[in-house]
C-alpha cells in the first residue's frame, strides 16, 4: 500500500511539546499499521521531533489563552482550510480547546470520522465562570454529533461525559508510557537525603504551594530531603505559577526547581519518592504512571484520575486536596519506612504492566481509529 492509498489521519494539539511527550509514540505506532499521518500545532522547539519520527508536520498558531471569539473564528477557519486540503479519513483532537475548533472545522470540512480525546475536564468545565458557559454548551452540542467519538481517562469523565453527549464514551487508560525505558534502577540509591519529586505543568491547582508548604514543615522537623520540581509555567493558563515565585523558593532553598527535563525516566530512576498533590480536574496525569513504571511509591490526592494509578496503602498513599497536613503525614510515612517504599513501588510497576502499558494503550486506540 502507497502512501497516498493508506487512510490519512490527522493529530490536531495545541502545542508541539505536549504532543511529543504524550502523543508522538502513539502517532508512529498508527503509522507503522499503515496510517498516513500528519500533524497540526504550532511550531516550537519540539517541531522538530515530530518531522524526525516520520510524520508530516503542518504548522497552526493556537493561542490556548484567548477567549477572544474572532481569534476562535480565525483558529476554525484555519483548521477548516487544511482539513479541506487534506481530506483526511479520521482526525484526533486532544484536549478541550482542539477538540472544540476542530470538531467544527471537522463537520465543516466533511470529515467522516472525529475521536475527540478530554484528558481531563480541565477548567472549561470546572470554572463556574459565566465567560465558559458558552464552551461548555457549544461542547455539549459538538459531543453529540454521531460522526463524533470520545475518549477519557478515567470512569468519573467517563460518567459525566456520557450524560453530556447522550451517548457511549470510550475509557481507554493515559497516552501510556515506555516501561522498557521507564523501567526501575539498577542502582541502589542512598537514604540521605530522600528525593522527593513532583513533575507537571506548574500551575497553583497541580498543588504545588501545597508541596512547598509540606517541604518546609518536614525540613523543620529534621528530615534530610531534596523536593524537586520538575517543568515550567504554563503561561497561556490563568493559573500559572510565576517564575519568580519559583525561583525564590528555589533560592530558600524549600525547592530544588529543575525546569523542563526532556528525560524523566533518569530523574525518577534517581528518586525515592513521586508526589502530585493536584486539585486539577486530571485525566489520568503521565507522570505519575511513568513514576510507578520505574517503581516509585506516589503520594497524590483522592481525585479522578489521580486515584486511578494510586490504590491508597497498596502502591501509595491518596490524600484530601489542599490538606499540607495530610500531605505531609504522607510524606513522612514513606521517609521513614524504606520497605513500605519498597512494597509500594513494586506493586505500581506491576499495576503498570497491566493496565497503562503503551502497546495496550495504542492497540486500543488504532482499533478506535478503524
Same mark, same amino acid.
Given at each position: 500500500? /502507497? *502512501?497516498?492509498?493508506? #487512510?490519512?489521519?490527522?493529530?490536531?494539539?495545541?502545542?508541539?511539546?505536549?504532543?511529543? /511527550?504524550?502523543?508522538?509514540?502513539?502517532?508512529?505506532?498508527a503509522?507503522? =499499521? $499503515?496510517?498516513?499521518?500528519?500533524?497540526?500545532?504550532?511550531?516550537g522547539?519540539?517541531?522538530?521531533?515530530?518531522?524526525?519520527?516520520?510524520?508530516?508536520?503542518?504548522?497552526?498558531?493556537? +493561542?490556548?489563552?484567548? @477567549?477572544? #471569539?474572532?481569534?476562535?473564528?480565525?483558529?476554525?477557519?484555519?483548521?477548516?482550510?487544511?482539513?479541506?486540503?487534506?481530506?483526511?479519513?479520521?482526525?484526533?483532537?486532544?484536549?478541550?480547546?482542539p477538540?472544540?475548533?476542530?470538531?467544527?472545522?471537522?463537520?465543516?470540512?466533511?470529515?467522516?470520522?472525529? &475521536?475527540?480525546?478530554?484528558?481531563? @475536564?480541565?477548567?472549561?468545565?470546572?470554572? *463556574?465562570?459565566?465567560l465558559?458557559?458558552?464552551?461548555?454548551?457549544?461542547? *455539549?452540542?459538538?459531543?453529540?454529533?454521531?460522526?463524533?467519538?470520545?475518549?477519557?481517562q +478515567?470512569?468519573?469523565? =467517563?460518567?459525566?461525559?456520557?450524560s453530556?453527549?447522550?451517548?457511549?464514551?470510550?475509557?481507554?487508560?493515559?497516552?501510556?508510557?515506555?516501561?522498557? !525505558?521507564?523501567?526501575?534502577?539498577?542502582?541502589?540509591? #542512598?537514604?540521605n537525603?530522600?528525593v522527593?519529586?513532583?513533575?507537571?505543568?506548574?500551575?497553583?491547582?497541580?498543588?504545588?504551594?501545597?508541596?512547598?508548604?509540606? %517541604?518546609?514543615?518536614?525540613?523543620?522537623?529534621?528530615?534530610?530531603?531534596?523536593? =524537586?520540581? &520538575?517543568?515550567?509555567?504554563?503561561?497561556? +493558563?490563568?493559573?500559572?505559577?510565576?517564575?519568580?515565585?519559583? !525561583?525564590?523558593?528555589?533560592?530558600?532553598?524549600?525547592?530544588?526547581?529543575?525546569?523542563?527535563?526532556? $528525560?524523566?525516566? /533518569?530523574?525518577? !530512576?534517581?528518586?525515592?519518592?513521586?508526589?502530585?498533590?493536584?486539585?486539577?480536574?486530571?485525566?489520568?496525569?503521565?507522570?505519575?504512571?511513568?513514576?510507578?513504571?520505574?517503581?516509585?511509591?506516589?503520594?497524590?490526592?483522592?481525585?479522578?484520575?489521580?486515584?486511578?494509578?494510586?490504590?491508597?496503602?497498596?502502591?501509595?498513599?491518596? &490524600?484530601a486536596? *489542599?490538606?499540607?497536613?495530610?500531605?505531609?503525614?504522607?510524606?513522612? +510515612?514513606?521517609?521513614?519506612?524504606?520497605?513500605?517504599?519498597?512494597?509500594?513501588?513494586? %506493586?505500581?510497576?506491576?499495576?503498570?504492566?497491566?493496565?497503562?502499558?503503551?502497546?495496550?494503550?495504542? $492497540? =486500543? /486506540?488504532?482499533?478506535?481509529?478503524?
Open positions: 500500500m /502507497t *502512501r497516498a492509498q493508506r #487512510p490519512k489521519l490527522i493529530y490536531l494539539v495545541a502545542d508541539d511539546r505536549y504532543f511529543c /511527550t504524550h502523543r508522538l509514540p502513539l502517532a508512529v505506532a503509522q507503522q =499499521q $499503515d496510517f498516513n499521518v500528519h500533524v497540526i500545532c504550532p511550531k522547539d519540539s517541531s522538530e521531533k515530530i518531522v524526525h519520527a516520520g510524520l508530516t508536520f503542518r504548522p497552526l498558531p493556537f +493561542n490556548r489563552k484567548s @477567549l477572544n #471569539p474572532f481569534d476562535g473564528i480565525k483558529t476554525v477557519w484555519r483548521i477548516y482550510k487544511l482539513y479541506k486540503q487534506l481530506k483526511p479519513d479520521c482526525v484526533h483532537h486532544v484536549a478541550i480547546k477538540v472544540l475548533f476542530g470538531t467544527i472545522a471537522a463537520h465543516l470540512a466533511g470529515v467522516p470520522s472525529i &475521536v475527540n480525546a478530554v484528558a481531563g @475536564l480541565g477548567h472549561v468545565f470546572a470554572s *463556574r465562570s459565566w465558559m458557559l458558552p464552551l461548555r454548551i457549544m461542547m *455539549r452540542v459538538l459531543l453529540r454529533s454521531p460522526r463524533v467519538k470520545i475518549i477519557v +478515567n470512569p468519573e469523565d =467517563q460518567a459525566e461525559l456520557e453530556l453527549a447522550q451517548k457511549p464514551v470510550h475509557l481507554i487508560y493515559g497516552a501510556g508510557v515506555d516501561t522498557e !525505558q521507564f523501567s526501575p534502577s539498577a542502582v541502589e540509591l #542512598p537514604d537525603p530522600i522527593i519529586t513532583h513533575a507537571s505543568r506548574l500551575l497553583w491547582s497541580k498543588g504545588v504551594g501545597e508541596l512547598v508548604l509540606a %517541604a518546609r514543615t518536614l525540613r523543620e522537623q529534621g528530615h534530610s530531603i531534596s523536593v =524537586q520540581i &520538575v517543568g515550567e509555567p504554563d503561561m497561556q +493558563n490563568p493559573d500559572a505559577i510565576p517564575a519568580d515565585t519559583l !525561583q525564590a523558593w528555589h533560592d530558600e532553598g524549600v525547592i530544588n526547581w529543575l525546569g523542563y527535563q526532556s $528525560d524523566m525516566a /533518569t530523574i525518577y !530512576q534517581q528518586s525515592h519518592i513521586a508526589v502530585l498533590a493536584s486539585y486539577y480536574r486530571e485525566g489520568i496525569p503521565k507522570t505519575l504512571i511513568e513514576a510507578a513504571s520505574v517503581g516509585l511509591p506516589l503520594v497524590t490526592t483522592d481525585m479522578p484520575g489521580c486515584r486511578i494509578i494510586v490504590e491508597d496503602n497498596v502502591n501509595g498513599l491518596l &490524600v486536596t *489542599r490538606d499540607v497536613a495530610a500531605l505531609t503525614e504522607a510524606l513522612t +510515612n514513606l521517609i521513614c519506612d524504606p520497605e513500605k517504599r519498597k512494597v509500594y513501588g513494586e %506493586a505500581g510497576r506491576a499495576r503498570v504492566l497491566k493496565q497503562f502499558a503503551a502497546s495496550i494503550i495504542y $492497540d =486500543q /486506540t488504532i482499533a478506535l481509529y478503524r
